[in-house]
């Protein structure tokens, strides 16, 4: 079994829910529950494209900068 969560805010009686290409040809159940207005709306957890994920690298220390500040120009 696969799972999609989202949280949306609803405009109008219609919703249009973008599904991931694995639940093509299979059933699937959904479920519309109100939340509480006291609680704020989780961040929508952004992803990579699949064909750029986990392909970067990090050069050098995260904190300090890769090129000396004396090769700066724009401190001259």
Request: with cysteine.
């Amino acid at each position: 079994m696969q799972v999609e969560r989202q949280f949306v805010r609803v405009k109008q009686r219609q919703l249009v829910v973008e599904l991931p290409e694995s639940f093509i040809n299979h059933p699937v159940e959904v479920i519309a529950l109100t939340l509480d207005e006291d609680e704020p709306m989780p961040p929508r957890r952004r992803h990579p494209h699949p064909d750029i994920g986990g392909k970067g690298r990090t050069l050098g220390d995260l904190v300090n900068p890769v090129v000396d500040e004396a090769e700066w120009e724009c401190l001259k």
